[in-house]
Structure formats: structure tokens, C-alpha cells
């Protein structure tokens, strides 16, 4: 199975990076397939990350939201995405 990580990043100590790395680890354990968009190379805008987000959405099956996902841009749009891919939504809760 292929999760997606999705949460705040912009406005976290170094991008919330902690969390997601942590989730990712998580589930890798499981012996899943992870996307994580903290592991993504730095040095890029907002558009340019929020572009990859929603190329790899379309091969997940999970969208994995990570607490506080609701207060951020772009993993509002992520979720949107997620629906209209047919892809199963989950909370964190680790």
C-alpha cells in the first residue's frame, strides 16, 4: 500500500520535518510505502512543492493527515485531491 503524508509544514520549526519523518518511519516499519513530503529537496517555492504533492497523490492509496492538517493551505488541497481520487483518508493517531 502507498500512503500519503499529509500536514502543516510552513510556519513549523524546520517545516514540521520531525513529525513527518516520524510517521513516515512508522508505517515503513509496517512495510508500506510512504511518500513524504519532508523528504523532498529543500530550495524550492510553495508551488513547486505543492506540485509534486499532488503528482504523487495520484499513486497512493492513503492519505495519512497529520494533526493540525486542517490549519494549513496546502493540506486542505491535498485532501480535496485525495476525495476526488477515490483514495482512503486517515488519521494519524500514533
Sequence with gaps: MKLFLSGPMSGYENYNRELFNYAAHYYRKQGHDVFNPAELEDGH???WYLQRCLEAL????????????????????EYECAVDLGLEIVPWNV
Excluded: F, K, M, R
Design 58 to 77: 495520484e499513486g497512493c492509496q492513503y492519505l495519512v493527515q497529520l494533526p493540525g492538517w486542517e490549519d494549513s493551505n496546502g493540506a486542505c488541497i
Design 45 to 47: 517555492d510553495y508551488h
